[in-house]
């Protein structure tokens, strides 16, 4: 059920979105070999079962954005003038969070 789950995940991602901190995009994951899926359905298996996330599935960074409708060359740009996005391994982290979910909906 679990190799479902992985498939299930990475055929509703979104694409055009950014890569993460590992340079990997959406679409390395969409056309990748079914074998990728298998390995993903292992790490989460050991990850279950030794009860540890690495700490790699937690760095992130944030990259200041100018909000729309603002110039740096209209005025002095200040901190409100920016919004961050936040960067992320986060496919990985989210296909954990939905498996993990999704087999405890099951078990109840």
Known sequence: MLLELVELVISKLKYGKAAGLDGITVEHLLYSH?????????????????????QSFGKSYTVPLLKS??????????????????????????????VSLTAIVAYL
């Open 69 to 98: 409708g603002y110039s740096v060359y209209s005025k002095s740009a200040t901190v409100d003038d920016f919004r961050g996005i936040f960067l992320s391994d986060l496919f990985f982290l989210k296909c954990l969070i939905v």
């Open 34 to 54: 079914s074998l990728l899926s298998c390995a993903l359905a292992k790490l989460y298996n050991l990850v279950v079962k030794f009860s540890y996330v690495p």
